[in-house]
């Protein structure tokens, strides 16, 4: 895999990472709405700025700057934006926690995983060993 040192607002980017954790920052209208899709790894949907309105086949969640929601992977959900929405996606790959995570559910977040969030979300995509992005990569916190 090449090494991509730059940032990406493509999900599919983060995908097929060697890394546990990686985090895509993007930035959406009020009103935009995202199509009906699915991924292979966790998600952790965290908005900074904004209200996000998740839609799954059974459930509609609403998402708060002050929470996140956790979607295990292969879970199909669409997503509509409320305000000027600053959307930080946490992808986990899902071998880290194949029996604690299978619903979904709403996190608080924290000041310090909002800072940590923030902080990984300024790392190139696929950080290296040792790198800063290890290093606050919360792979110990699942």
């Not at 599919?12 to 060697?18: A, K, S």
């Not at 700057?65 to 000027?84: E, L, S, W």
């Not at 000041?111 to 979300?121: N, Q, S």
């Amino acid at each position: 895999m090449s090494v991509k040192t730059s940032r990406s607002t493509n999900h599919l980017d983060f995908q097929d990472l060697p890394q546990t954790f990686a985090v895509m920052v993007k930035e959406f209208a009020d009103g935009f709405y995202i199509e009906e899709h699915q991924h292979q790894r966790h998600q952790l949907l965290y908005a900074s700025c904004g209200i996000m309105r998740l839609y799954t086949e059974n459930e509609i969640w609403t998402v708060p700057n002050d929470r996140a929601i956790f979607i295990p992977a292969g879970t199909p959900h669409a997503v509509k934006m409320y305000g000027k929405v600053t959307m930080r996606t946490v992808y986990i790959d899902p071998a880290v926690s194949e029996n604690e995570l299978k619903s979904l559910r709403v996190i608080a977040v924290t000041a310090l995983m909002r800072e940590l969030i923030k902080a990984l979300g300024q790392e190139a995509i696929d950080y290296q060993v040792g790198s800063r992005g290890e290093k606050i990569s919360p792979a110990d916190s699942l």
